[in-house]
């Protein structure tokens, strides 16, 4: 797939899909959990290959790899099979007078045929994660992995169809063209993960059939940090959640601190010792730093550093192989911020530190901002923390750490406003991908005459009554009413 | 608005997570014409329960409601976080052009796509609450009286119901041949005892709508199905309650949603016929069935998809506030009602906080290879895994 992958050839395989999914092929536990266990299958057996793509496409250290993307697309398999049955059930809610006797519940049920389209920064995961949410709540779907991850796109496009049913789950490899054929076809839902720009595009393809979406972007994550932290503790926190993951090239990595000007000495210096311990005095030669995807990304936070008003806050590193698309960790201390790095989002290893008076003040200069996909604050101030989570919108908080939240299958991580729309992992991935529909059974004793004309100012008594939850209105109307009226 | 706690591994302890619910900011309502005052407040509890600054916008074909609700909303309501602005598409298009928190749009699909276009500019998130054609399944049910009920509640969902322009009024019937006969007789037995005179009955609400619904039992193939009524008042706008009995499948009436007092009813060899029927269409906002077969209505909620179902009412599942409201698929996106309201317009926050105690050295580069084992178990929740090593008593 790939070549010669236009519109036409995107109808059929959303015209395969459709009629496969009419056929009730996915809707059993046993044909869901069976999917979810090949994947589960398909990445023990292969995570030797999957670190090696991941190398390829990104010198991901293989601890990451496994840490950020093989073990967390495994537990995504494996909680969701052991959860299957209980999300699949019915959920019985209760009724109220206005209707009895009745009795309702809330039916899960798929949306159909779904587009995943994955990015290329956790490219294993980020394509994984989501098709499992999709299978799960039984849907038949289609994969397109990132093609600026050349290597897992084709492990995945490779891979993949050998473990899972082919009628169902299809994997289209491909970039703008394909993606565009695809984005063309109508489909029930769309997930996507990656930038603002392209998610807007896609929600306006998606404009055309009315396709709900869940949008997984991203933003400009700030780092909130107070002087009374366990600064050992924080830094070392701060510099795993920066570029231990991915190099900052993570859609929840610290992309800026916010400090005060007190603080910000001890914490350049804290950041620089755990920096060293990290990655040693050679960090540009270090296996535990992935590389910038491509010279493109490479030359954009090039650009970044280079600006006139910026080169002269580097306060750490700002070294630069570019043959080997290597970016130093770099601290800036004290950005303009009007410099284009404090405007985009950086995804990228450098980390700028900006000095406040009042950590406080600086919850409106965050909500001035697009809302981030999270927000971060070290502190041991209890009035501070809460303050902060009352004030500051972000897709998800996290306190006195950095990008755990994205581990827990029991918290919905997406974003709001520019950072996103929706939210997956765990129970949320099966919501995500499911169609709530609303179930209301109802008898033929307890009939309510007053319902129906001709209107009269009696029967509009009883009616208000009625929906108001009285009991008395509905006594009048099933056994008063019909005792002296001919029905 | 209180937070709820999560369960988070003890793996991650000292660790406390909760969900917490906050506004999304400033949002925008379009109502529609056709329930003008409900469908307006319905939206704007659920968007001030959930705490954002409001616009309304009410639909200009109801003017009397719109003004209405301009004079009403700011006497009652503060009116620096609630304002309603009324008119037309000009007035909507100006407001599309601003950036948005949520957008809730209820009306029909045409229009919900230039709403939908609008918001993607600032990547907006939005809830559509659209159309169908909602099809009332109707089973054979034994005895008369449940009959009459059935038929009544059927003749609620498309003739008390805004004269049929309501979007969860039963647009069509699906019944077996051999007792149409007997349903279309209880249909013209209701309509008498309801509408004696036409006076209970609500017009269509404007001239391009009548004309839209004249033009449906216009075609000579359609007129000729007409088996009760058809009569059209253009000067009062009044279409008379009428039922058509098998129209052709590929006219408009059977494809485009009615909305309005126009009832085909479709004969089927069996009821069963019923499900593959419906789900060879877009799926609708609703779907009736009155059966008292367990098996039929379980192959109706498994092999069916739509907004909502109701088993032997109609109309009625709007007022559950237990039960979410909305479509699927051609219906539109998003639900309401109840909780769900507070939903639609909040973030759901999660929030997680650590302490400072317990840093485990494994989770940190340089990535050396005795980290990793550690990291699996973790993973894994393997707890005592992690104690032995940890203790050094267990190695890979």
């Known amino acids: 797939m790939g070549k010669g992958f236009d519109g036409a050839r995107a109808a059929d395989v959303v015209a395969e899909l459709r009629e496969t999914f009419r056929s009730g092929r996915t809707r059993s536990l046993q044909w869901r959990a069976a999917q979810l266990k090949a994947i589960a299958r398909m990445i023990d057996e292969n995570e030797a290959d999957i670190t090696a793509a991941l190398y390829n496409d990104l010198a991901k250290p293989p601890t990451e790899s496994i840490l950020h993307e093989i073990a967390l697309a495994k537990e995504a398999c494996l909680f969701a099979l052991k959860k299957l049955k209980r999300w699949m059930k019915p959920r019985k809610v209760s009724t109220s007078i206005t209707t009895f006797p009745s009795s309702a519940k809330i039916v899960p049920e798929p949306f159909g045929v779904v587009l995943v389209i994955s990015a290329w920064n956790f490219p294993f995961l980020l394509s994984i994660d989501p098709v499992i949410g999709a299978i799960a709540a039984g849907n038949t779907v289609v994969l397109k992995p990132s093609e600026v991850a050349t290597a897992t796109s084709s492990f995945i496009a490779k891979n993949l169809p050998h473990y899972v049913d082919n009628s169902c789950i299809r994997v289209v490899e491909g970039s703008i063209p394909e993606a565009s054929a695809l984005l063309e076809q109508k489909w029930d839902k769309i997930f996507y993960t990656g930038s603002a720009r392209v998610g807007r595009i896609v929600m306006a393809a998606a404009v055309k059939h009315l396709t709900p979406l869940v949008l997984e972007l991203g933003g400009k994550c700030p780092v909130l940090v107070d002087s009374n932290v366990d600064i050992k503790v924080a830094a070392k926190r701060i510099v795993v959640g920066k570029w231990g993951c991915n190099s900052g090239q993570a859609c929840i990595a610290p992309d800026y601190i916010i400090t005060t000007k007190a603080f910000a000495p001890k914490l350049v210096d804290a950041l620089k010792i755990t920096l060293e311990k990290f990655y040693g005095k050679d960090p540009l030669g270090s296996a535990d730093l992935s590389r910038i995807v491509n010279s493109s990304h490479f030359t954009r936070l090039k650009n970044l550093l280079d600006e006139d008003k910026v080169s002269g806050t580097i306060v750490h590193g700002g070294q630069q192989d570019e043959k080997h698309l290597k970016i130093a960790p770099t601290l800036l201390l004290d950005v303009p911020s009007d410099a284009s790095i404090m405007k985009e989002e950086i995804f990228g290893p450098l980390l700028p530190i900006i000095t406040v008076d009042d950590l406080e003040h600086s919850f409106d200069v965050i909500n001035s901002k697009p809302k981030p996909l999270a927000a971060y604050l070290f502190t041991k101030d209890h009035k501070l923390e809460k303050k902060f989570v009352k004030t500051v919108s972000a897709g998800g908080m996290l306190i006195n750490d950095a990008i755990l939240q994205f581990t827990n299958p029991h918290l919905p991580f997406g974003g709001v406003g520019e950072s996103g729309m929706g939210s997956y992992h765990g129970r949320f991935s099966f919501d995500a991908f499911s169609h709530k529909k609303a179930v209301l059974s109802r008898c033929f004793l307890g009939e309510i005459p007053m319902r129906y004309p001709p209107y009269t100012p009696l029967k509009q008594k009883v009616l208000r009554g009625l929906i108001a939850g009285n009991v008395l209105p509905l006594l009048h109307a099933l056994v008063v009413w019909p005792a002296h009226k001919k029905v | ?396």
């Open chain 2, 1 to 396: 608005m209180t937070p709820c706690r999560v369960p988070i591994p003890l793996l991650a302890f000292p660790s406390r997570g909760e969900l917490v619910p906050e506004p999304l900011g400033v949002v925008l309502i379009f109502a529609s014409w056709n329930f003008p005052i409900g469908v307006s407040l319905e939206p704007l509890i659920g968007a001030i329960a959930a705490g954002n600054a409001i616009v309304l916008k009410p639909s200009e074909l109801a003017p009397a409601s719109s003004n209405f609700l301009a004079n009403s909303v700011s006497k009652y309501l503060d009116s620096m976080l609630v304002k309603v602005v009324p008119g037309g598409p000009d007035v909507g298009q100006m407001l599309l052009d601003q950036k948005w928190d949520k957008i809730f749009f209820t009306g029909s699909s045409r229009v919900a796509r230039t709403v939908m276009a609008a918001a993607a500019k600032h990547l907006t998130p939005v809830a559509v609450e659209l159309g169908g054609k909602s099809p009332a399944i109707f089973d054979s049910l034994g005895s008369p009286r449940d009959r009459k009920v059935a038929v009544e509640r059927i003749v609620g969902a498309k003739w008390v119901s805004c004269a049929g322009q309501a979007c969860i009024g039963v647009d069509y019937v699906l019944v077996e041949e051999q007792f149409a006969p007997v349903l279309i007789d209880q249909l013209k037995a209701t309509l008498e005892k309801f509408y004696p005179g036409l006076d209970c009955l609500s017009r269509i609400i404007n001239e391009q709508h009548f004309q839209r619904l004249t033009n449906l039992i216009k075609d000579p193939s359609v007129a000729a199905t007409i088996i009760h009524g058809g009569s059209l008042d253009s000067e009062t706008l009044f279409i008379e309650p009428t039922i058509l009995l098998d129209p052709p499948l590929d006219a408009d009436i059977m494809n485009e949603e009615i909305f309005g007092p126009l009832l085909p009813i479709i004969t089927l060899k069996k009821i069963e016929d019923s499900i593959e029927f419906i789900r060879a269409r877009p799926k609708p906002l609703v779907i009736y069935a009155f059966t008292k077969d367990e098996k039929l209505k379980s192959r109706i909620t498994a092999e069916t998809s739509s907004g909502s179902l109701t088993f032997n009412d109609t109309m009625v599942q709007f007022a559950c506030d237990e039960l979410p409201f909305g479509g699927v698929g051609g219906s539109g996106f998003g639900q309401y009602h109840g909780k769900f309201s507070f939903d639609l317009f909040s973030h759901t926050k999660p929030v997680l906080r650590r302490s400072f105690l317990l840093d485990f050295t494994f989770r940190y580069p340089p990535w050396d290879a005795w980290k990793l084992p550690f990291m699996r178990s973790v993973y894994h929740f393997d707890y005592l895994a992690l104690l032995l090593r940890v203790l050094g008593l267990k190695r890979r």
